[in-house]
């Protein structure tokens, strides 16, 4: 996988552009936005896909009209920190669906977790019943989103 966007040309970097803003775009409309042949830029999006610059694509859900708009940052501290736990830890989390993102973060603190709910009630919940069994964790503090100021899904390349 490649690690740099130095073997990127200006074309390369513009079909990531444009997917990032309509991955639904044919072969030939991409084309056409980047002003070259549906051959090439199959050829090029294979090669992106194929060195792991496109990880995937997926559809960008509306969570407050599935009922999953409560939004809480959860940042959590564990008893003990060494490889096995942070494995067992990671590898819990990743099962968990309310969870949507995770990460591992330098600080007072060891993860931050993003977690979707319908509210508030449910989270409280989900805090006793879920994230409370899990053994290794010491502590946690809950930042609820009181509204998205920004939320940008793609990259600024």
């Given at each position: 996988?490649?690690?740099?966007?130095?073997?990127?040309?200006?074309?390369?970097?513009?079909?990531?552009?444009?997917?990032?803003?309509?991955?639904?775009?044919?072969?030939?409309?991409?084309?056409?936005?980047?002003?070259?042949?549906?051959?090439?830029?199959?050829?090029?999006?294979?090669?992106?896909?194929?060195?792991?610059?496109?990880?995937?694509?997926?559809?960008?859900?509306?969570?407050?009209?599935?009922?999953?708009?409560?939004?809480?940052?959860?940042?959590?501290?564990?008893?003990?920190?060494?490889?096995?736990?942070?494995?067992?830890?990671?590898?819990?989390?990743?099962?968990?669906?309310?969870?949507?993102?995770?990460?591992?973060?330098?600080?007072?603190?060891?993860?931050?977790?993003?977690?979707?709910?319908?509210?508030?009630?449910?989270?409280?919940?989900?805090?006793?019943?879920?994230?409370?069994?899990?053994?290794?964790l010491g502590s946690l503090e809950s930042t609820f989103v009181m509204d998205e100021v920004k939320h940008a899904y793609g990259i600024h390349i």
């Amino acid at each position: 996988m490649a690690t740099s966007t130095e073997k990127l040309d200006k074309v390369d970097l513009q079909i990531l552009r444009t997917l990032q803003e309509n991955a639904r775009l044919t072969t030939k409309e991409l084309a056409a936005r980047v002003s070259l042949s549906s051959t090439p830029v199959f050829e090029r999006l294979k090669r992106l896909e194929n060195n792991g610059y496109i990880k995937k694509y997926i559809a960008v859900l509306d969570a407050e009209k599935l009922n999953q708009g409560f939004v809480v940052f959860c940042s959590v501290k564990l008893r003990r920190l060494n490889k096995d736990i942070a494995m067992d830890f990671v590898r819990i989390i990743k099962d968990i669906p309310e969870v949507t993102e995770c990460y591992n973060i330098s600080g007072s603190y060891d993860y931050l977790l993003k977690i979707h709910a319908p509210n508030m009630k449910h989270y409280q919940e989900f805090i006793l019943n879920t994230l409370g069994t899990i053994e290794s964790l010491g502590s946690l503090e809950s930042t609820f989103v009181m509204d998205e100021v920004k939320h940008a899904y793609g990259i600024h390349i």
